[in-house]
């Protein structure tokens, strides 16, 4: 099942064609994903049910709206690609390391982006949705808890990010509009392996990160145990799973997100997200 915001409201989508949920059912679910996503079981379902008549609607990808659009709580890890911890001058991790992206930064697939001032970098991950109530989680149960999965651009500002001793990632990663999500969220029986999906990141039509979801030293079902074995998971939020190496600051030289460029982020099986960036207000 893959489910989508359309113009606001929530769709299933099939290819390039979408049913409304409320529509469709004759206003038995409601329209808003966040109230759907708290009683996930019903949804899928229901869905299984639906005729195929019932997906009318064309989908425009400008017209899809993120997923999730309210998140209570956004987890993101680092250094989660051996590579890409490597990349940074760093020994991979024992422990995830977590930091927030505070929710009002999540944005839809189809975005344009006003850069604020410093530096402002690409981070190509999968996003995974959580389901239903997760506490103190196995991780040989955590895909249960999984609603779905969905791309995410971890969009940083290297300088607000690293500023301090320690540094404090999360303010730096939170601008608005440094949370792009989308297109859709896409249920984890829909992949052959949901541990195992090519990812990669275009800048202005160049691969600039490229690795498989399955390089991740904490995967999907682990990132769940730890953090639900301290914080309880609430079905919608949204665990930024890291991203593999090529990010803009370990390049030589470096390459930051300037005016006029475009960055497209590419999950298999779920589609991408698509952003373009504006000059910062002067
Ligand atoms: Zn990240």
């Not at 422990?95 to 944005?107: A, G, H, I, N, Y």
């Not at 779905?148 to 320690?166: A, C, F, K, M, Y």
């Not at 005016?259 to 504006?278: C, K, P, S, Y």
């Amino acid at each position: 099942m893959r489910l989508g915001l359309l113009n606001g409201r929530a769709v299933l989508v099939r290819g390039d064609r979408a049913a409304d949920i409320r529509w469709a059912s004759k206003g038995r679910l409601h329209p808003n994903p966040m109230v759907l996503l708290q009683n996930w079981d019903h949804l899928r379902e229901w869905a299984l049910t639906l005729p195929d008549h019932a997906y009318d609607i064309d989908v425009e990808p400008t017209a899809l709206g993120a997923p999730v659009p309210r998140p209570r709580q956004v987890f993101a890890v680092a250094l989660n690609y051996p590579p890409h911890a490597v990349e940074a001058g760093l020994t991979p991790p024992d422990e995830p390391l977590v930091f927030t992206k505070f929710p009002s930064c999540v944005t839809g697939p189809r975005t344009t982006v006003e850069l604020p001032a410093g530096k402002v970098d690409w981070e190509a991950e999968l996003v995974a949705v959580i389901g239903r109530p997760a506490h103190r989680v196995p991780a040989d149960r955590a895909w249960e808890t999984v609603a779905g999965l969905t791309i995410g651009q971890d969009l940083s500002e290297r300088i607000t990010q690293l500023q301090g001793r320690p540094a404090q990632f999360s303010l730096g990663k939170s601008f608005p509009g440094f949370g792009p999500t989308g297109p859709v969220l896409v249920t984890p029986d829909e992949f052959g392996d949901p541990d195992d999906l090519e990812i990669t990141g275009l800048l202005n039509g160049e691969v600039v990160q490229h690795d498989r979801t399955k390089s991740m030293i904490f995967p999907v079902p682990e990132l769940i145990a730890r953090l639900s074995a301290v914080v309880p998971l609430l079905p919608g939020d949204l665990v930024f799973t890291g991203t593999p190496a090529g990010v803009g600051n370990r390049r030589t030289p470096p390459r930051y997100l300037t005016e006029g460029d475009e960055l497209v982020t590419r999950i298999e099986g779920i589609g991408e997200v698509r952003q373009h960036f504006t000059a910062p207000a002067s």
